[in-house]
Every structure is written in C-alpha cells, then in structure tokens.
C-alpha cells in the first residue's frame, strides 16, 4: 500500500514533443505528490508538486495532471528540449508527515533527441 | 549557499574494508536524511535526523550500516564491513523541519563501489 508504481521506465522523445510520464497509488493518506527531476550526476531536485484539492497544475512547460478517483496522477512536459533528458521520479506523502515519509516511485529515464 | 554537501564523491573499495560517507548540510537546516539508490530498489530513505537526533532508522539494511552526526553541520554514513551489495549511490539531502515540510535538498551524492 506504500508504493508508488511509475511508468514508463524509459522514454524517448523527439525535441518540441510532448513527454508524459504515469504514477500510479493505493494509499488513500496521499495528499501531496511531488515529482523530481535529477541530472547525472547530480542529486534529485524538486520540480512540481499538487494537491488533490486540484486537478491540474502548470509551471512553465510542466503540467502535472491529478486523477484522485482513479488515484492516478501524470507529469507532462510540452515542447520537450534535450536539457529535459533526466531522470523524473514521482513521489507521494501523507503531507501532514512530512518529507521523511515521501514515497518515491522508481523513475523514468526520459531522452530528448534533437 | 552552496547546497548539501557531500564527500567523497566516488568511493571505490574492497570487501570488508570500512567505508565511512560525509555530509555537510545547508546552514540553519535541521533535519537530514540519508537515501540510497540503485537500479533495483530506486531511492530508498536508509535514516533521519532532527536536530543531530536519529528519529528512524528503520531503513538501515543491517547493523553493518550505521549513522552519526556529532553536530548541525556534519554527519556520516559509516560501511563497516562493506559488500559488493552495497554498492550505490548515497544521498544526503537537508530540511528545514516541520512536520508540513515536504522538501528537502539533495547533495550531489558518493557513488560507492565496493569490489
């Protein structure tokens, strides 16, 4: 009940594209879900964050869609570029817990050819 | 600010020699947090600290690992002795607690090798 199931696990695509990533959860405690971004090399870093409260949240060219019946929740980056080409994880957490309670889902490769 | 800090930044050694993993949180941080990640099991949260306290450890795969942090500025992760399974990257990320706190920097991460 504490996972957080992400697809895919890799994804490749073509620059100015639409690269979407899926998170999927059981626990119903979830109230905030927050999606990472991490460079080689480089430690993870927050990205976008929701709440159920809302369906849909847009910064810049990320949009995070949240489906709370379905308990699905999805990153989409519009135009993608190759400096998008990381690893995103999702994450979810009971809020009232807390960052040491985040459950992080196992990560999407994403590729952006040029 | 120079973010989370961490040393070495690559380890490679041996099996069943000591391994010992540093961090230097961000300045006025107070809770510290120690992940593990790799291919198979992804980011795994190993322990956590607030203010220099260990609050759960229940991460912590064996009694081979163990964690200190003497003070607000400095922490490690210490490998003793340490496996081939224990090879991954080690991350150290801080906070500002609270339990509504959600985010937490990650330093740049010890890749550890041990052959």
């Known amino acids: 009940q504490q996972q957080v199931k992400q697809s895919p696990q890799s994804l490749i695509v073509q620059k100015g594209g639409i690269s979407i990533i899926n998170c999927a959860y059981e626990?119903?405690?979830?109230?905030?879900f927050p999606w990472y971004q991490q460079f080689p090399g480089k430690g993870p870093a927050l990205l976008i964050a929701i709440r159920p409260d809302v369906s849909e949240k847009k910064e810049g060219r990320f949009t995070i869609s949240f489906n709370k019946s379905a308990k699905q929740f999805s990153l989409h980056i519009m135009d993608s570029q190759p400096g998008d080409s990381a690893t995103y994880f999702c994450?979810?957490?009971?809020?009232?817990?807390?960052?040491?309670?985040?459950?992080f889902g196992t990560g999407t490769r994403l590729l952006v050819s040029p | 600010d120079a973010g989370v800090i961490q040393s070495p930044r690559h380890e490679v050694t041996e099996m069943g020699q000591e391994v010992t993993l540093r961090c230097k949180p961000i300045?006025?941080?107070?809770?510290l947090f120690w992940y593990r990640q790799t291919m198979m099991r992804g980011l795994e949260l190993l322990i956590y600290f607030n203010n220099n306290v260990p609050i759960d450890d229940s991460g912590m795969p064996e009694d081979r690992f163990s964690a200190k942090m003497p003070n607000a500025s400095f922490s490690t992760l210490k490998i003793q002795p340490s496996e081939p399974r224990d090879s991954a990257v080690y991350f150290c990320?801080?906070?500002?607690?609270?339990?509504?706190?959600?985010?937490?920097?990650f330093g740049q991460g010890t890749r550890l090798t041990v052959v």
């Open positions: 994450a979810a957490t009971p809020r009232h817990t807390g960052f040491q309670k985040l459950v």
């Open positions: 990320a801080s906070s500002l607690a609270g339990t509504m706190n959600t985010e937490a920097f």
């Open positions: 300045s006025g941080h107070n809770s």
């Open positions: 626990n119903t405690a979830f109230d905030y």
